[in-house]
């Protein structure tokens, strides 16, 4: 039986902070071997504009990359989704209706604060770890909760800078984690962590460990924001995810999930 590479959060120059054309993604993917190559720019919201697309350019996005789809069938299976900040006064139906394969939803501020940004890691220093953690995986129970998402990305990303907890940090997740597997949502397996200071994907092995034992399954993005870094660190988290047991991962077509083995 044919085993699959999979990636599914990736992102275009449209979010303002990544390089390179979409072409020059997909060839990389397809040299890599990858064959099912997904597109999850930050969906516009009317918070942090800079980093992510605008409403006006929604279509123009979704249109190129279905272009896409169709240019490369005969290489490669290009899927289409969102990567949306969960911050549920600024969450927009034009996104939540749009017809993509899936959306992953994601984390990346806590009270505004985008805690992921170096621009703002000064605000490590002036508030406890722990309680960092804690508020952090409420917001990842809360999105899980909402029910608006396929895919929970970067599950630990808040380990980014390596600022780590005093407490256990399988403790302070576990319930984030039951979360997910009652909103029945897919976890990503994010190799962006590997090039981060934090040196090591999203989640940790000891929580994706926990993810196993509770039946949560998997997808993988490498969440490139250049051509080089597609399919990042690939071998690493697929070699983790097996070792761990993991023998099947989730891809999403029109929002319903397929299952491939890896």
Partial sequence: MKRYRIDLHNHTTRCNHATGTVDEYIQKAINLGIDIYGFSEH???????????????????????????????DSIDIRLGYEVD????????????????????????????????????????????????????????????????????HFDLIKVFKFLPKADIKILAKDALR???????????????????????????????????????????SDAHSVEQVGFAYEIVLSMAKEIGYSKAVTFKNRDREMFKI
């Fill in 86 to 153: 969960f911050l549920p006064e600024y969450i927009d139906d034009r996104v939540l209706n749009a017809k993509v394969d899936y959306l992953i939803g994601s984390v990346h501020f806590l009270d505004k604060w985008g805690f992921d940004n170096p621009e703002f890691i000064g605000q490590w220093q002036s508030r406890d770890i722990d309680d960092i953690y804690k508020e952090y995986f409420e917001a990842i129970s809360a999105m899980a909760k909402s029910g608006l998402f396929d895919i929970v990305g």
């Fill in 179 to 221: 979360e997910i597997k009652k909103a029945d949502m897919i976890l990503e397996i994010n190799s962006a962590g590997v090039r981060k200071p934090i040196g090591e994907a999203y989640p940790s092995k000891s929580i994706l460990e926990l993810a196993y034992e509770m039946d949560i399954p998997i997808t993988f993005g």
């Fill in 43 to 73: 969906a516009p919201m009317d918070f942090d504009k800079k980093y992510r697309i605008s409403f006006e350019e929604m279509s123009s996005y979704e249109s190129e990359i279905v272009q896409a789809k169709e240019r490369y069938k």
